[in-house]
C-alpha cells in the first residue's frame, strides 16, 4: 500500500508517526471509504428501560462507551425505524460517541455550551448523561442552526437554548460555564474513510486555515469557563496541527489551564503529546476516527 501512497497520505503517515503497519491501515480506509460505524443514542423521551427495536452487537466489554448508547448490528439503518422519528433516539457515528467520552471524569454542569453544535449529536450525548438544566446548543450558520433546532425538538431534549452566536461574542459578554464543548470545525480527513469526498483535506492549506480558526475558537471559549471547568475540545480529523499542536499552544498560550487524564480512554492515549489527549483511528474498530482532549480550568485561575 505504501508504494503507490500519495504524497499528501505520506506526508500525514509521517506527521502521525505511524509505523509502517499502521500507515497502511490508515491509506486503505481513507481510499476504501468503508470504516464508518453507526451509533444511536437514546432520547430523554426514551425511558429508562427502553430498548431500540432492532438488533444490536455487545459492547459490555468496550469501557468508554457513553450511556444511553447502543451499536446497531451489521446492516441495519436506525433511521428507517417508526421510533426514530418518534425522536426515541438520535442517530450519529460511533466516533462521535468517543469524544464525548472524557465526560465520563466530569460532573454533571451547572451550566453548559455547546459551541459548534450542529447537528446536535455532542448535546445528545451530553443529555444522555446528565440530563442538564441550563444548556446552549450554538451555532453560527443559520441552516445548520435550524436543523440542530429541529433535532432538539425532534428528541425533546428539555431546557436547551439554541443560539446563533460567533465564539469572540460569547467571550464578549462575558457568560461563564461550568462546561463547553468545542467540537471545532476541522478538514474532516475521517470523511474519506466513510467513502464522502472531500478534496483538499490532506493539504496543507486547509489544515493549516482549520488550525488557525480552532485556535482562535479555544481561545474565546477560555474566556467562557468558570474556575474549575472544563472545555472537551474535539475534530473528526487526523492532522496533528488540528489537534495536539492546537492543544499545546493553548495550554502554553493560556495559564491556569491543564489537560485532564481519562481513564476509560487510556489505550488511545496520543503518543504526538506529553500532556494527556486522545485518538481514534479507523484500525481501532470504532468508526472513521477522531481526536478529543478535556482541558480544566484552575480553581484559582
Same mark, same amino acid.
Given at each position: 500500500?505504501?508504494?503507490?501512497?500519495?504524497?499528501?497520505?505520506?506526508?500525514?503517515?509521517?506527521?502521525?508517526?505511524?509505523?509502517?503497519?499502521?500507515?497502511?491501515?490508515?491509506?486503505?480506509?481513507?481510499?476504501?471509504?468503508?470504516?464508518?460505524?453507526?451509533?444511536?443514542?437514546?432520547?430523554?423521551?426514551?425511558?429508562?428501560?427502553?430498548?431500540?427495536?432492532?438488533?444490536?452487537?455487545?459492547?459490555?466489554?468496550?469501557?468508554?462507551?457513553?450511556?444511553?448508547?447502543?451499536?446497531?448490528?451489521?446492516?441495519?439503518?436506525?433511521?428507517?425505524?417508526?421510533?426514530?422519528?418518534?425522536?426515541?433516539?438520535?442517530?450519529?457515528?460511533?466516533?462521535?460517541?468517543?469524544?464525548?467520552?472524557?465526560?465520563?471524569? +466530569?460532573?454533571?454542569?451547572?451550566?453548559?455550551? /455547546?459551541?459548534? *453544535? #450542529?447537528? =446536535?449529536?455532542?448535546?445528545? &450525548?451530553?443529555? !444522555?448523561?446528565?440530563?442538564?438544566?441550563?444548556?446552549?446548543?450554538?451555532?453560527?450558520?443559520?441552516?445548520?442552526?435550524?436543523?440542530?433546532?429541529?433535532?432538539?425538538?425532534?428528541?425533546?431534549?428539555?431546557? +436547551?437554548?439554541?443560539?446563533?452566536?460567533?465564539? /469572540?461574542?460569547? *467571550? #464578549?459578554? =462575558?457568560?461563564?460555564?461550568? &462546561?463547553?464543548? !468545542?467540537?471545532?470545525?476541522?478538514?474532516?480527513?475521517?470523511?474519506?474513510?466513510?467513502?464522502?469526498?472531500?478534496?483538499?483535506?490532506?493539504?496543507?492549506?486547509?489544515?493549516?486555515?482549520?488550525?488557525?480558526?480552532?485556535?482562535?475558537?479555544?481561545?474565546?471559549?477560555?474566556?467562557?469557563? #468558570?474556575? =474549575?471547568?472544563?472545555?472537551?475540545?474535539?475534530?473528526?480529523?487526523?492532522?496533528?496541527?488540528?489537534?495536539?499542536?492546537?492543544?499545546?499552544?493553548?495550554?502554553?498560550?493560556?495559564?491556569?489551564?491543564?489537560?485532564?487524564?481519562?481513564?476509560?480512554?487510556?489505550?488511545?492515549?496520543?503518543?504526538?503529546?506529553?500532556?494527556?489527549?486522545?485518538?481514534?483511528?479507523?484500525?481501532?474498530?470504532?468508526?472513521?476516527?477522531?481526536?478529543?482532549?478535556?482541558?480544566?480550568?484552575?480553581?484559582?485561575?
Amino acid at each position: 500500500m505504501l508504494q503507490d501512497a500519495t504524497k499528501a497520505e505520506l506526508r500525514l503517515c509521517s506527521r502521525l508517526k505511524l509505523e509502517e503497519s499502521a500507515a497502511s491501515q490508515l491509506i486503505a480506509a481513507m481510499r476504501e471509504g468503508k470504516s464508518s460505524r453507526g451509533a444511536v443514542v437514546l432520547s430523554p423521551l426514551a425511558a429508562a428501560d427502553y430498548l431500540p427495536p432492532f438488533d444490536c452487537i455487545d459492547t459490555s466489554d468496550w469501557g468508554w462507551l457513553p450511556p444511553r448508547v447502543f451499536v446497531p448490528a451489521e446492516g441495519v439503518k436506525p433511521t428507517a425505524f417508526a421510533d426514530y422519528a418518534s425522536g426515541l433516539y438520535y442517530a450519529l457515528d460511533l466516533s462521535s460517541c468517543w469524544e464525548s467520552a472524557p465526560l465520563s471524569v +466530569v460532573e454533571a454542569p451547572a451550566a453548559s455550551l /455547546d459551541m459548534c *453544535a #450542529a447537528p =446536535g449529536g455532542k448535546t445528545m &450525548l451530553m443529555a !444522555a448523561r446528565y440530563l442538564p438544566h441550563n444548556h446552549t446548543a450554538n451555532e453560527v450558520n443559520a441552516a445548520r442552526r435550524g436543523i440542530l433546532r429541529q433535532n432538539m425538538e425532534q428528541c425533546g431534549v428539555p431546557n +436547551v437554548a439554541v443560539t446563533g452566536l460567533r465564539p /469572540d461574542q460569547w *467571550a #464578549a459578554e =462575558g457568560h461563564c460555564f461550568n &462546561l463547553l464543548l !468545542a467540537d471545532a470545525p476541522c478538514s474532516g480527513q475521517s470523511l474519506l474513510c466513510k467513502g464522502i469526498r472531500n478534496p483538499g483535506c490532506l493539504g496543507a492549506q486547509m489544515v493549516n486555515g482549520n488550525a488557525k480558526r480552532q485556535k482562535g475558537i479555544l481561545l474565546a471559549a477560555v474566556q467562557c469557563v #468558570a474556575p =474549575g471547568g472544563h472545555i472537551l475540545y474535539s475534530t473528526c480529523t487526523y492532522d496533528p496541527d488540528e489537534n495536539e499542536k492546537v492543544m499545546a499552544y493553548i495550554l502554553k498560550r493560556v495559564p491556569g489551564w491543564t489537560a485532564v487524564e481519562v481513564p476509560v480512554l487510556a489505550e488511545f492515549r496520543s503518543a504526538l503529546a506529553d500532556f494527556p489527549c486522545y485518538r481514534l483511528l479507523p484500525h481501532h474498530g470504532f468508526g472513521a476516527g477522531g481526536f478529543c482532549c478535556l482541558l480544566k480550568r484552575n480553581i484559582n485561575s
